[in-house]
């Protein structure tokens, strides 16, 4: 599997933009496919999840409610949907695939596949 990240861009706070993730090379059946972040000077954190059986998602506490994670089964995409943008939601976005466990999800050890990211940045 490959994952190709696309959507970044820059917009103020309260803005909203649109991440899209394409995944080719094989089937997801056993896949979560996630977002990730990495803002400068920051570890990678997690920001959602979703399995691609089933539609399960997961998200990180500081997108709850501002941020929608979702698929498209037959072109195999998956997309984050991000209002409300905030300062601190400026990072580099990374699209991820993994066979991870539900406990594993929301980590970097559960995916073993990753994009390219794509820079969002938000101003205040």
């Known amino acids: 599997v490959q994952l190709q990240a696309s959507g970044g861009g820059a917009v103020q706070a309260g803005g909203s933009l649109r991440l899209s993730c394409a995944a080719s090379?094989?089937?997801?059946?056993?896949?979560?496919m996630a977002w990730f972040r990495q803002a400068p000077g920051k570890e990678r954190e997690f920001v959602a999840t979703i399995r691609w059986s089933g539609g399960t998602t997961f998200y990180a506490d500081s997108v709850k409610g501002r941020f929608t994670i979702s698929k498209e089964y037959a072109k195999k995409m998956v997309h984050l949907q991000m209002n409300g943008l905030e300062p601190e939601d400026t990072a580099v976005y990374y699209c991820a695939a993994g066979r991870a466990i539900v406990s594993t999800s929301t980590t970097a050890r559960g995916y073993d596949i990753w994009g390219q990211g794509t820079q969002v940045t938000v101003s205040s």
């Open positions: 090379g094989g089937p997801l059946n056993s896949y979560f």
